[in-house]
């Protein structure tokens, strides 16, 4: 649910007092791999460079292998491997791309700290007018005071 | 109701911090907003009808998605967070049906999971108290 630990305000509540409406679109089914230039990777557009000394040779071996195009390069004394633009990056692996496929569309029991009796409506129309509902509800009941 | 198409949610942007919406959409893999519940369940018989209000206007956001770094996708809305306190507005579009929300940004992380994805998280409150309403 929280994989990352991220800061967050407290609720006021437990968790057991909170509705939560929810789309999901993970990886494994709504990404596919992309190339650098399908995302407008910088570093295929403009090229890059890194110095020399951070480089060990059983990488520079592996740059030469992966078939990168580099120069070295002297700036101010210090030698740098300078990439040109319109190759594919050290980051390539982890460029995705959405495909277009319909998100699933979920409404639970709880908030962030726990869901439970996870819900899946099967169209977009269902999830925003249940959700509309629910929200009608509270501002009426905020408008009565 | 009008007819509609089958293709349901079109739009999700969230302002960067000069306050242009920036259409992020498909940076997202997840989306949650939790309200609160039905009031009969949140009020207890001994709890002031203060705290109840106070229930009633807690909304908390979190949007999980892939690192985007082109220019306007979701990095160049989210990298400020950390360094501006603004109120960003968070609008969903589906149907023709727009839901605002003002939302204050906690947080914005960074995660590199051994599937060599990365992915980033940003969880953040209702920062104007107003009750967000599709419309």
């Known amino acids: 649910m929280d994989p990352f630990n991220v800061r967050r305000i407290q609720p006021i509540g437990p968790a057991s007092r909170y509705k939560t409406y929810g789309a999901a679109a993970p990886i494994r089914t ?65 460029h995705r791309k959405r495909l277009d496929r319909e998100f699933k569309y979920l409404v639970a029991d709880g908030d962030w700290r726990g869901l439970a009796n996870t819900r899946v409506h099967t169209r977009f129309d269902f999830w925003q007018e249940d959700f509309a509902l629910h929200q009608d509800q509270i501002k009426t009941r905020i408008g009565r005071g | 109701m009008a007819k509609t198409t089958g293709m349901g949610w079109t739009t999700l942007s969230v302002d960067d911090s000069s306050g242009t919406p920036q259409a992020i959409l498909n940076d997202i893999t997840n989306f949650q907003f939790s309200t609160p519940r039905a009031v009969q369940d949140v009020t207890g018989l001994n709890k ?45 579009v589906g149907n023709g049906k727009t839901l605002p929300n003002e939302t204050l940004f906690t947080d914005y992380q960074w995660n590199r999971p051994q599937d060599g994805s990365l992915t980033w998280s940003a969880p953040g409150v209702l920062a104007d108290g107003t009750v967000p309403t599709w419309a």
């Open chain 1, 30 to 94: 709504h990404f596919r791999k992309a190339t650098c230039a399908e995302v407008d990777c910088v570093d295929y557009l403009k090229g890059w460079r890194t110095k020399a000394i951070l480089v060990p040779d059983n990488v520079l071996l592996d740059i030469k292998r992966g078939g990168w195009k580099f120069v070295r390069v002297d700036f101010d004394g210090e030698e740098f491997l300078v990439f040109e633009a319109g190759q594919r990056c050290f980051r390539f692996n982890t």
């Open chain 2, 48 to 92: 002031s009808a203060i705290e109840r209000l106070e229930l009633l206007a807690d909304f908390s956001i979190t949007l999980n998605g892939v690192v985007n770094v082109a220019s306007n996708a979701q990095h160049d809305v989210f990298k400020t967070v950390p360094s501006t306190s603004v109120n960003r507005t968070v609008t969903i």
